[in-house]
T-cell receptor
């Protein structure tokens, strides 16, 4: 594919359940980012992967959030024991390097009921 | 730590000009600008680097004042398609920070 893809596009889950969000970056992009955007709000940085380096997890909102990037490509963002305040659009982006423009995926809209 | 943008919101008529400002309390080494239309993902507009190098959009220009830690985006002869929320952003150490955002609406 030519762009960043994310799945699922929409996810409705019950409070307390775990969810896994997936991001496929553009081939060859070494940098991968996860953001959260609540309705009508700005872009909240969550985590960033650069190549095979271990990420800085300090941007994750709580220890219920975790992320990994396998083989320097696909990334998954996992939210355990979801809460209603986790409802938001989760955006993934990739870039050639941290200094280059980011290309965003369409996002995953998460609704916790 | 998050760059502050001004104005928060602006309404224009087609053909009018607008300036969006981005101000940081920390040193900026590069500034990126993105536009996000309602219900869509952000789209890259422009990168400004220290030393004046720019890379980006044909119909939009921008400036970067490293000493003042500020950047401005200039939209001239605005079109309906310019409507959306504009974000500045800057890479940090192991992170990326977007500004507070500016909502722009262009009316016919």
């Amino acid at each position: 594919g030519a762009g960043v893809s994310q799945s699922p596009s929409n996810k409705v889950t019950e409070k307390g359940k775990d969810v896994e969000l997936r991001c496929d970056p553009i081939s060859g992009h070494t940098a991968l980012y996860w953001y959260r955007q609540s309705l009508g709000q700005g872009l909240e940085f969550l985590i960033y992967f650069q190549g095979n380096s271990a990420p800085d997890k300090s941007g994750l909102p709580s220890d219920r959030f975790s992320a990994e990037r396998t083989g320097g490509s696909v990334s998954t963002l996992t939210i355990q024991r979801t809460q209603q305040e986790d409802s938001a659009v989760y955006l993934c982006a990739s870039s050639l390097s941290p200094m280059d423009e980011q290309y965003f995926g369409p996002g995953t809209r998460l609704t916790v009921t | 730590q998050q760059p502050v943008q001004s104005p928060q919101a602006v309404i224009l008529r087609e053909g009018e000009d607008a300036v969006i400002n981005c101000s940081s309390s920390k040193a900026l080494y590069s500034v990126h600008w993105y536009r996000q239309k309602h219900g869509e993902a952000p789209v890259f507009l422009m990168i400004l680097l220290k030393g004046g190098e720019q890379k980006g959009h044909d119909k939009i220009s921008a400036s970067f004042n490293e000493k003042k830690q500020q950047s401005s985006l200039y939209l001239t002869a605005s079109q309906l398609s310019y409507s959306g929320t504009y974000f500045c952003g800057t890479p940090g150490t192991y992170k990326y920070i977007f500004g507070t955002g500016t909502r722009l609406k262009v009316l016919a």
